[in-house]
């Protein structure tokens, strides 16, 4: 991936998640769903505030619903999000 995040920027990869109504039905992606909460931690900026979060690539993250910018490069969603848009760290 050739983009690199400046400053106090993390860039994640949302996580797709199916959905299954009460029913048992599977909504492909292409129906109209709330935003991704929760990603993958591509690229991390060298800023000073989040390299005290003590991030890592590959780290998985929650972030707010309309947090950060979306941006698509070869065909893949990313968000850029600052280092108060991440939520948490899932472990």
């Known amino acids: 991936m050739n983009l690199k995040p400046l400053g106090d920027r993390v860039i994640v990869k949302p996580v797709t998640q199916e959905e299954v109504t009460a029913s048992g039905i ?4 292409t129906v109209e ?6 990603g993958e931690i591509i690229a991390i900026g060298d ?3 989040i390299k ?3 991030l890592k690539i590959g780290d998985k993250v929650i972030f707010g ?3 950060g910018d ?3 490069l070869e065909d ?3 968000k850029i999000l600052k ?3 991440v939520l948490a760290v899932i472990k």
């Open 26 to 29: 599977v909504l492909p992606d």
């Open 33 to 38: 769903k709330e935003k991704k909460e929760e």
């Open 47 to 49: 800023g000073e505030k």
């Open 52 to 54: 005290k979060l003590n």
């Open 65 to 67: 619903k309309y947090a």
């Open 70 to 72: 979306d941006v698509e």
């Open 76 to 78: 893949t969603e990313y």
């Open 83 to 85: 280092d108060e848009d």
